[in-house]
């Protein structure tokens, strides 16, 4: 499984920006996915959740109400809508997903939010 992420960036409080995780090497329908974040210092945190069909999302308690995960089985995509973007929300942004007893994640991408 390899996963490549984009879409990262630097933008001022408030603002919005979308993250996008492009999946291959195996079918991307049935993976479940998932995106975490490291801010600088800290520990890797989990940010949303969903399940390979869709029917499941769940939201870090930090993002509830300002981002949106989704995904596009069609294109092999999932992405990150964050809107509402604090100077807290800034990290590294990895997607991540589980096949068998094996996890995989992209390099990341740098998410900047200032104030």
């Known amino acids: 499984v390899q996963l490549v992420e984009s879409g990262g960036g630097s933008v001022q409080a408030g603002h919005s920006l979308t993250l996008s995780c492009t999946a291959s090497?195996?079918?991307?329908?049935?993976?479940?996915m998932r995106w975490y974040r490291q801010p600088p210092g800290k520990d890797r945190e989990l940010v949303a959740i969903i399940t390979s069909n869709g029917a499941y999302i769940d939201y870090a308690d930090a993002v509830k109400g300002r981002f949106t995960i989704s995904r596009d089985n069609n294109s092999n995509r999932v992405y990150l809508q964050m809107d509402s973007l604090e100077p807290a929300d800034s990290a590294v942004y990895y997607c991540?997903?589980?096949?068998?007893?094996?996890?995989?994640w992209g390099p990341g991408t740098q998410v900047t939010v200032s104030s």
């Open positions: 090497g195996v079918p991307f329908s049935s993976l479940d």
């Open positions: 991540c997903t589980k096949r068998f007893f094996s996890e995989y």
